[in-house]
């Protein structure tokens, strides 16, 4: 059971960086691409966690993996925050 959970979360990590993605062809963006890439390094670490059924969710590699995706969403929102700021200095 625990595994069919984790692929459904796995999968619903996916489609959101999809959305994310589209997002980003639409608008250009650069925020949605990160959050694209943040949802979709999510949804591998939980497919990885599933796969490897053996293995604990504690070990490190998979937090280093949530770490990196969580890195990318702070990062998506501080290039924003310091992109906006400047547009408003200039005038755009």
């Not at 489609?15 to 890439?37: C, E, P």
């Not at 497919?47 to 490190?60: K, M, N, Q, R």
């Not at 990196?68 to 755009?92: E, T």
Request: positive net charge; hydrophobic residues 55%.
């Amino acid at each position: 059971m625990n595994q069919v959970l984790l692929g459904a979360i796995g999968m619903a990590s996916l489609v959101a960086g999809l959305f994310f993605f589209r997002f980003w062809r639409t608008t250009g963006d650069r925020l949605f691409l990160f959050f694209a890439a943040s949802f979709w390094l999510e949804g591998i670490n939980r497919f990885l966690i599933g796969v490897y059924s053996s293995t604990s969710e504690d070990e490190p590699v998979y937090y280093l993996i949530r770490l990196a995706a969580f890195l990318l969403i702070v990062i998506a929102i501080v290039d924003k925050n310091r992109s906006s700021r400047g547009s408003a200095v200039r005038g755009d």
